[in-house]
């Protein structure tokens, strides 16, 4: 049972537009929303988080956008740069379950940004 | 600031035979996890320790899979024996108690079971 899922494997894009990463979640329980990036062979690093208590969280040219009745979550990337391309994972928490939950990220299958020159 | 450092960075066995991996935390991170990655997957918790105490193994195989951190700094985790769909990226994360959500990952151990 896949509680994160992100349907899009690959994403190509051109340098300078806009490039939409989606993500979809079904545990309702979920309130608090990551994405991290991760280049080839290194580990992931966090990029933007968002609480399930706004809609819209903007870090420079990072906008994450949550749609909590589609459970639905988006990453916009303007203007979009080759040192963006990477693979860009979601992961969900459940912040307030305490105990042993927090903490525990689950994490989408990933999709591989590519953003040509 | 030292990040998460990880060894070995590349690990090939054959199936039965037994594996340990090595993750340093950032300092001053009381929370340490692991995560098993399977290519085309994201990273999955296996096990997730607060200084020196398992808070989470509900995911680990704990037939084959240990993991020990006992002076709540350095985690191993071994798996005995191993098989091959145990070929993964194993990921060591830490983070601080009062931010779990925002964990920093190693580089990780690619692990191949032939």
């Known amino acids: 049972d896949q509680q994160v899922k992100q349907n899009s494997p690959s994403l190509s894009v051109q340098e300078g537009r806009i490039s939409i990463l989606n993500c979809d979640y079904t545990?309702?329980?979920?309130?608090?929303f990551l994405w991290y990036k991760k280049y080839p062979a290194e580990g992931p690093t966090f990029l933007i988080s968002i609480s399930s208590i706004k809609d819209k969280n903007e870090d420079g040219r990072f906008t994450v956008f949550l749609n909590k009745s589609a459970k639905h979550l988006s990453l916009h990337i303007v203007p979009s740069q080759p040192g963006d391309s990477a693979v860009y994972f979601c992961?969900?928490?459940?912040?307030?379950?305490?105990?042993?939950?927090?903490?525990?990220?689950?994490f989408g299958q990933g999709t591989i940004l590519t953003v040509h020159p | 600031e030292a990040g998460v450092a990880q060894s070995p960075r590349y690990k090939i066995i054959e199936k039965r035979q037994s594996v340990a991996f090595w993750c340093n935390p950032i300092s001053g991170h009381a929370t340490l996890y692991w995560y098993q990655q399977i290519l085309g997957q994201g990273p999955k918790l296996l096990i997730q320790f607060q200084n020196n105490g398992v808070v989470d193994d509900s995911q680990l195989p704990k037939d084959r899979f240990s993991a020990e951190r006992l002076k709540g700094v350095d985690s191993t985790l071994k798996i005995q024996p191993a098989k091959l769909e145990d070929s993964a990226v194993y990921l060591c994360?830490?983070?601080?108690?009062?931010?779990?959500?925002?964990?920093?990952f190693g580089a990780g151990t690619r692990l191949s079971v032939l």
């Open positions: 992961a969900a928490n459940d912040a307030n379950a305490g105990g042993t939950s927090y903490g525990k990220l689950t």
């Open positions: 994360a830490s983070s601080l108690v009062e931010a779990k959500n925002i964990q920093y």
């Open positions: 545990n309702s329980m979920f309130d608090y």
